[in-house]
Structure formats: C-alpha cells, structure tokens
C-alpha cells in the first residue's frame, strides 16, 4: 500500500497499535506525525499544518515551515485524523490534490504564493468507525483519505494469538525477552479469558504489574505487600489480577 502513492487509512479501537504500525514506516522515509487532536483551534491547526509568513498575525515574528512541507519527499502521518473541524478539511483537501507530477500545493498564512510540495505519502489514522467518519467528515475529505483502508482487529476477537501478543509485550518493554516471559497456565488461562478493552495498552499494564511484583518479591523488607488479608503470601496471578481489576476499566 505505502508503495502504491495512495492515501492510507488505519482504523482500529484506541490501544490497537495504529500510531505504532505508522511509525514503523519511518525506516526508510522521512517521517513527520500530526495529531490532529492537539490542535487548540483552526488557526493553530492551520499555521501548523500550512505554514506561516512572517507577521500573518500577532506572536508570527519569522516565517515558518509547515509540516506538510517539512514532510516532503517521505511520509505525513495524520493520527486522530477525525478531530479536524470541517473548515480544516475544506482546507487540507484542496492542498492535498495533486497535480501531474504528483506535487501537493499548498499556501501558508499570509502569503499570497503556492508552494510546491513534492512526493508527500499519506497515512490517517482513527479509532472511530467507517460510518462514524462518514458523519463526521466531509464528503469530498471522506474519498480522498478512504483509498486504501487497513482495519486492526481488537485483541479480544484474536484470542489464539494472546501469548504471543503478551511475548511482544513483556519484551517491548524491557522486562526481559520472549524467552523467560512468564507464562505459567493458570496466568494465561486467566489472560486469555480477558476482553481487552484497552487492546495493548492492557497488557502493557498487566505486564507493569507482573514486573512489580517481582521486584517486591527479591526485597525482603516489603514482602507484607505480597499478602492477603489474611497475612497469606500472594500469588503473581493474584497480585496482578488484583491491581489490574482494582484500576481498569473493564468496558471501552
């Protein structure tokens, strides 16, 4: 897909790894992220995204390149792509049109000259459903970012691949490698059993608890945090399902 010239579009619920997948493109490209959701108001998103002359309104002392420039000739990845009001749409769609040589155009604030922008590959990303963006979006900003759709499934709908998922996880995070991830029976029969609704960032979670509670085990003078209420020595299932049921939460 990255390789076709075509916008691309990551849709899948929060946590799912859509920013992530988009990163890893960077490897062979210039790379330049936008989320669309930091943006305070239009012009903010404007003068970021476009670019601005210098004096194109108070506190605009020098020029400054916007980040569709500076994405040029790589990749300009639009996470959250549905928190854009609909004037920055109109706006983004007529810069996103390309001409003959596959060249965006684009004018920053307060300035009366297009620039040229060469080669520029576009990938959005959102957590909000086909029908959800149709509604949300324009209609002419819904075609040209819908060309080549990549839809992430939910870890709960995978459940086949939670081990391995949990593996990736444990090593991600610098506990330790595939290897001697935990994996005891009674620990995955109960990881397996849960819907996820955080996707990976749940198991980014339960995999902090699980470190946790290995570090308490090997210091001797905190080992009453590994009790009960009875006083009886808690299990790493038991210290983990505790602390992960106590503080997440269970629906999306």
């Known amino acids: 897909y ?3 010239g ?6 899948g619920e929060r946590g799912i790894g859509k920013s992530r997948l988009a990163v890893e493109q960077k490897k062979e490209d210039n790379f330049i992220a936008v989320n669309c959701a930091s943006f305070a108001d239009d012009t903010m998103a404007e003068s970021e995204l476009f670019g601005y002359k210098k004096g194109a309104f108070t506190g605009a002392t020098s020029d400054k390149v916007g980040l569709i420039k500076e994405a040029e000739n790589g990749i300009l990845f639009f996470d959250e792509i549905h928190s854009l009001s609909r004037r920055v749409q109109s ?3 007529t810069a996103l049109q390309t001409d003959q040589d596959n060249r965006l155009h684009i004018r920053r604030l307060g300035d009366n000259e297009e620039i040229k922008v060469n080669q520029v590959k576009l990938i ?3 957590n909000r459903t086909i029908q959800e963006l149709r509604d949300c979006l324009l209609p002419d900003f819904f075609d ?3 060309q080549q759709v990549i839809e992430l499934p939910p870890l ?7 081990e391995n998922d949990w593996k990736q996880i444990w090593k991600q995070m610098k506990f330790g490698t595939e290897d001697n991830c935990p994996t005891d029976a009674k620990f995955m029969r109960w990881l397996k059993s849960l819907e996820l609704w955080g996707n990976y960032r749940d198991l980014q979670k339960i ?7 290995l570090i308490i085990k090997k210091s001797p003078e905190n080992q009453d945090i590994l009790t009960d209420d009875n006083n009886q020595p808690l299990s790493a299932l038991e210290y983990v399902k505790e602390h992960f049921e106590k503080y997440n939460n269970p629906i999306s």
């Not at 075509?6 to 849709?11: A, K, P, Q, Y």
């Open 156 to 162: 709960r709908q995978c459940k086949e691949e939670r």
């Open 6 to 11: 075509f916008s691309i579009l990551l849709l």
């Open 124 to 126: 959005f990303a959102s």
């Open 144 to 146: 040209r970012i819908v």
């Open 207 to 213: 995999a902090i608890h699980y470190h946790n509670y």
């Open 91 to 93: 706006k983004l769609m």
């Open 2 to 4: 990255r390789k076709s």
